[in-house]
Nanobody
């Protein structure tokens, strides 16, 4: 089992920046990817970014490329999502998720096994 706790959400003006954290505990050695997803009211949960734990390789949704950056702190079992040039359409609950096997797709929520509680990001304009 892997436990995930997100933090860092809040209210920010359009064009501003915010950094989210995802602290993992439990059987983290079995983690293949840590991903960030987001969900706005009435919308489906969508992929934002992911990192392959062993290699540090990163992946991004087209909508956030060049603005968001995912990174890791191996010693702390923590993943960060640095969000820059925020737009109103970035407003959503952001979730951290752990993918335990290289089965399915890193871009799909159904490929992930464990989820955090979510943290709200609101971008005002």
């Amino acid at each position: 089992q892997v436990q995930l706790v997100e933090s860092g959400g809040g209210l920010v003006q359009a064009g501003g920046s915010l950094t989210l954290s995802c602290a993992a505990s439990g059987r983290t050695f079995s983690t293949y990817n840590i991903g960030w997803f987001r969900q706005a009211p009435g919308k489906e949960r969508e992929f934002v970014a992911a990192i392959t734990w062993n290699t540090g390789t990163t992946y991004y949704a087209d909508s956030v490329k060049g603005r968001f950056s995912i990174s890791r702190d191996d010693a702390k079992n923590t993943v960060f999502l640095q969000m820059n040039s925020l737009k109103a359409e970035d407003t959503a609950v952001y979730y951290c998720a752990s993918r335990q096997q290289a089965i399915g797709s890193r871009y799909r929520e159904t490929s992930y096994d464990y989820w955090g509680q979510g943290t709200q990001v609101t971008v005002s304009s």
